[in-house]
């Protein structure tokens, strides 16, 4: 399942023309763009020909190829930064081969020109094309703000991709896993959130990697979650950051090595730490404010929010800034210095202790 409307638009054979994906969750956002890709098979299953573009961004972007964006791992050309108006007339340029053109612009900013070139192409869109437009990071808000907006509401063409509260986790990760052929139980769900964090991305991985690791065993347990996921990379990083403000450093050092040995890199780990510790500091700043406004401010989970304040509760604001401080010396040093990057983490992490 990619987005229940555009599900309902490839079964009825009624795609639209133009369809613009915008909100906070990218995962599920190149998801429902390769069931649209799919969906537009010929009979004989011939894709539509595809070409990736990008809004021009405030600064020059260096030249990239389009499967570093797109998850599928196809061969890709160099993308393009053009305006909208220049991408929408790319659009109406008619392809010889295929079933027709699948186009698509990524970071797209909603603003009125945009919203002006959008409109005028709904009146008189191009045969054989389909348009995709990605505002990632637009709210409903955005589309409110303009009439359009609405129009894209109304004609079913505005698909928003939300971040997943923690119960909606758990229902995404049961159904794909039952796409996968197994069953997750509720508690497996909650320990593997607990245990991966909320990153989509990240949880599928580990979720099909669960899913090969349990071989005929139909049930997905707490118990091979824990198993599986405490030798992955995105489990020892969380155990890392959660391991600060614990008495001694054992854990903390622990947790280190194994992510080294796992091939983590050393500036990966400190940029992790370093975020961590910012995030501590805006909670204790925030302290009073609604939690679900703090949350939402933050980009975390509610439950996130909890673990966040119960462990910045073991550090004093002084401390918090000292050990930031050290964190930006470890980072100058990383870069700048013919050390041991494993040294430089680990002295950092002996002094991160409580206080």
Known sequence: MSHPLLERHIERQAVKPLYLFYGDEEFL??????????????????????????APSPKPRAG??????????????????????????????????????????RRLELNA???KAINAYLDHPAPRTWVVLMAEGAKNRDLAKNPVGGRLQKEEAALGFSRL???????????????????????????????????????????????????????????????LTSHSRTYNIFALVEALGTPGFHQRLTSLGQLLDLGE?????????????????????????????????LGVQPWQLKNLTQQGA???????KRHLAMLHRVDLNLKTSTGNPRLWLEWALIKMGPG
């Open 265 to 297: 890199q050393p500036v990966k780990i400190l940029g992790m730490l370093a975020r961590q510790v910012r995030l501590l500091i805006r909670v204790k700043e925030g302290a009073g404010t609604n939690p679900m406004e703090l949350a939402r401010s």
């Open 165 to 227: 509260r923690e119960g909606e986790l758990h229902q995404w990760l049961t159904r794909e896993a039952r796409q996968l052929g197994k069953n997750l139980t509720l508690a497996a769900a909650q320990r593997l959130v607990e245990m991966v964090g909320d990153n989509l991305a990240e949880l599928s991985q580990e979720l099909e990697k669960l899913a090969l690791f349990a071989g005929p065993e139909n049930t997905l347990t707490p118990a091979l979650v824990t198993q």
């Open 64 to 105: 990239f190829r389009d499967d570093q964006d797109e998850p599928s791992g196809k061969p890709g050309r160099e993308a393009q930064e053009v305006e909208m108006a220049e991408f929408l007339a790319e659009a109406r340029v008619a392809t010889l081969w295929g079933p027709g053109q699948l186009l698509v612009m």
């Open 113 to 115: 020109a945009a919203f």
């Open 314 to 320: 073991r550090f004093s604001d002084a401390a918090l």
């Open 29 to 54: 956002m190149n998801r429902a763009l390769a069931r649209l890709e799919a969906g537009l098979k010929d009979d004989q299953g011939e894709p539509p020909v595809k070409s990736l573009f990008y």
